[in-house]
């Protein structure tokens, strides 16, 4: 009996210093530093170390450090942003809606008299006071009018947009194609694609109708430019991400690769998915995703991988129960938990070893 409860104790000893280490590794950032649980329905990109979370009808704006601030603003807004937030008041006399703009203290940054307003990624401003004018107002993120552009409707133009500027170049829709304008509202490279990214690092992706083989036949096909307006990679792909970290994401069709700024192939299509390299590392989805069956899916998630520039496997995150939706900012990776659908904050983890040793 004595020799029995001796052995018990010692499996259970055992077992306590087991589930200590496990412990111990977890809280310690091994495999993953939570800076939020998954218990967020919607976590904004970070702009300038800061970020806005929303839980239900609270929201939060949290800092680089992991720290929460709470936003206290009216939920009656139509589309959010980090560091502003579009309102909307009542129907004017003409039975229009009015639109303005609060930054995340609830101060307001555009009264409520614009029909249109729209942002950009780095928090610029274009309003519309009336539509029938169309004459676009260009403010920064805290309201200051940085330029004003009219851009009247022609009679035989069927639709003209101006959308916010980014790296000094605002992309414009016009008659169903799109082209781009300066700071000073001249066109500088002429509508004439089906659509256009901003410009990013110099670069902005196009994309154009181009010829198949079979002829009297054509398919839609992404390039990019530089801000003369030169072709720096031809349309010929179904799928071309953005110039970052010295590397542009591409599709051959089916696959994933990545290239260089000349074209040159430097990972071969072969993944299911991919995004664009921050800081040396990029998340993708290898092919065997599409041969999961769906009851996996719903228990890990689709399997993602970090690689570096030389493809190599970096960090798994399939193995890890109930992630699904990952996506990389900065030193932070967005992951979503498949059971309840919410959204967290993890620590890089290539990043946060880099920067532990």
Known sequence: MNRK???IGAAALIALSLIFLFLYNLNSGNPYE????????VIYDFIDGKACVEKGDERWMIHSDGTL?????DRDYDYLKNTIT??????NANNKELYGVKNLLGETILEEKYEHISYSSNGSIVAIESKSELLFLFFDSEGVLVAEMDRRIDPDVMFAFVRPYSEDYAAFHEDFRCGFLN???EVVIEAQYIEVGDFKNGYAGVLKTVPTDTPGTSKYQWGLIDRSGNYIIDCEYTCLGDYSDGLIAFSDDKDIGYMDINGDVVI????ANGSDFTDGIAYVIPKSFFNMPVTDLNQVGAPYYLIDKNNNRLYSFRKEKGFGFIDMQDNFIYVMSIPNEKIGLIKNPVLSDAAGD
Request: proline share 3%; aromatic share 10%.
């Open 5 to 7: 409860i001796k052995i």
């Open 34 to 41: 939570w800076i939020l649980e998954a218990e967020y329905d």
């Open 69 to 73: 601030t709470e936003i206290d603003i």
């Open 86 to 91: 579009k309102t909307k008041s009542s129907a």
């Open 183 to 185: 700071s000073s509202g």
């Open 268 to 271: 071969q299509p072969q993944y």
